[in-house]
T-cell receptor
Framework: AQKVTQAQTEISVVEKEDVTLDCVYETRDTTYYLFWYKQPPSGELVFLIRRNSFDEQNEISGRYSWNFQKSTSSFNFTITASQVVDSAVYFCALSGWRSSASKIIFGSGTRLSIRP | EAQVTQNPRYLITVTGKKLTVTCSQNMNHEYMSWYRQDPGLGLRQIYYSMNVEVTDKGDVPEGYKVSRKEKRNFPLILESPSPNQTSLYFC?????????????FGPGTRLTVL
């Protein structure tokens, strides 16, 4: 069975601090995809990144970076120099291959609050 | 504008009164899916559809029905709503599926069942 665990329910930091959101996953698939989504206070869901299991290179996009480590089944998300606009709920998700490619499992989310 | 629309956005109803939440996309996507979001549980997949007339259960399908008669529409039907179906519902679509393509989410429907 597939599972995504986001152990940090809530995180609060002061603006400009760096913050890392943890994501640990479980799957028996050898090919799978990992995702991060952002849900700002307005409620919509915003896609941030998709990473397949064969690509373990870290990804950087501006202040955002993602660290994928198969050895620890983790796909952590770091925000550098956080800003108030980063306040949101962040979801990590997992999708499989072939028969399980149509399903996607979300973690329970981490609520991030950035204090000015 | 490419978008996924849901109606209604807010709904308060009573136990047992059948309701339908509509979902429509204008991007000619093959894949559509319904999720419910509950505090502490994240998003859970209810049903998904790979194409017209092709639907399958997600992780929490009990108490829900769907249909996919047209490519653009994927309504969620609650035949006999119960209070435990009070939740925030999201519809999403993508060209072929969540693994290979970005999912586009609708704005959400907040349902309260009394």
């Amino acid at each position: 069975a597939q599972k995504v665990t986001q152990a940090q329910t809530e995180i609060s930091v002061v603006e400009k601090e760096d913050v890392t959101l943890d994501c640990v996953y479980e799957t028996r698939d050898t090919t799978y995809y990992l995702f991060w989504y952002k849900q700002p206070p307005s409620g919509e869901l915003v896609f941030l990144i998709r990473r397949n299991s064969f690509d373990e290179q870290n990804e950087i996009s501006g202040r955002y970076s993602w660290n994928f480590q198969k050895s620890t089944s983790s796909f952590n998300f770091t925000i550098t120099a956080s800003q108030v606009v980063d306040s949101a709920v962040y979801f990590c998700a997992l999708s499989g291959w072939r028969s399980s490619a149509s399903k996607i499992i979300f973690g329970s989310g981490t609520r991030l609050s950035i204090r000015p | 504008e490419a978008q996924v629309t849901q109606n209604p956005r807010y709904l308060i109803t009573v136990t047992g009164k059948k309701l339908t939440v509509t979902c429509s996309q204008n991007m000619n996507h093959e894949y559509m899916s319904w999720y419910r979001q509950d505090p502490g549980l994240g998003l859970r997949q209810i049903y998904y559809s790979m194409n017209v007339e092709v639907t399958d259960k997600g992780d929490v399908p009990e108490g829900y029905k769907v249909s996919r008669k047209e490519k653009r529409n994927f309504p969620l039907i609650l035949e006999s709503p119960s209070p435990n179906q009070t939740s925030l519902y999201f519809c999403a679509s993508s060209p072929r599926g969540p693994s290979t393509d970005t999912q586009y989410f609708g704005p959400g429907t907040r349902l309260t069942v009394l």
